[in-house]
């Protein structure tokens, strides 16, 4: 079997997301923080949606025999930390509470799949809107009541979601952890080439 091709439009898009914060980056450099070795939103649990999922997943696989091994390990504490510390229902401000590390960071604070990253982890540092409240990295310096340029997270969402129904039939509506993800278990995973 092939490897998963992401779609263009999930290409494109990531081009925006990336283009959109590099853009925010230069017009507030004071605010935007985000810099090599920090690892803030590396710490904020977060679902995938199916094309991310499949993306990250193949991203997995293809990481060293060693460097799985270590993410699987991280995944262990991972699982134990995301019971005790999510709250159940896990609403979007509940989970900007939470702290848990990324199965996918690495002991020097490195993110093994950087390039391949979910959406969540490429506009972190930049100002949220998510179901109409506003949301900012703690580390950024956006000070609260002035007006910045805002990812609205509901149309980020929504655009994953169609991708994702073109993927597989009710895909749009699935969300898929970070467990699922590295374990291979989630709705879809059978479109990844099955080799290591």
């Given amino acids: 079997m092939a490897a998963f091709r992401p779609p263009r439009e999930f290409e494109a898009l990531l081009q925006e997301l990336e283009k959109n ?4 980056k230069r017009r507030y450099p004071k605010e935007v923080r985000c810099r090599k070795g ?33 993410v699987e390990r991280r ?10 510390k999510v709250p159940k229902p896990a609403t979007p401000f ?18 093994l799949v950087y390039d391949y990253r979910p959406v969540t982890c ?15 990295c703690p580390r950024s310096g ?5 007006t910045y340029p805002t990812v609205l997270w509901g149309e980020v969402l929504q655009r994953l979601a169609e991708i994702s ?8 509506n699935l969300r898929v952890s970070l467990i699922g993800v590295i374990r ?5 995973v059978h479109l990844l080439s099955d080799t290591f």
């Avoid at 956006?142 to 002035?146: A, N, W």
């Avoid at 291979?184 to 879809?188: K, T």
Wanted: contains cysteine; glycine residues 8%.
């Fill in 122 to 136: 490429r506009v972190y540092g930049l100002p949220l809107e998510i179901q109409g409240e506003a949301y900012v």
């Fill in 75 to 84: 995944l262990q504490k991972y699982e134990k930390d995301w019971e005790k």
């Fill in 94 to 111: 509940l989970l900007s509470t939470v702290k848990l590390s990324c199965p996918f960071l690495n002991e020097k604070g490195l993110c």
């Fill in 165 to 172: 129904e073109k993927i597989l039939p009710r895909g749009g």
């Fill in 21 to 24: 914060f590099e853009n925010v």
């Fill in 142 to 146: 956006f000070e609260p009541g002035k």
């Fill in 184 to 188: 291979g278990q989630f709705p879809g």
């Fill in 38 to 70: 920090c690892h803030e939103c590396c710490l904020a649990p977060f679902d995938l949606s199916l094309v991310e999922a499949l993306y990250l997943a193949q991203a997995f696989r293809r990481l060293p025999r060693r460097d799985r091994r270590e």
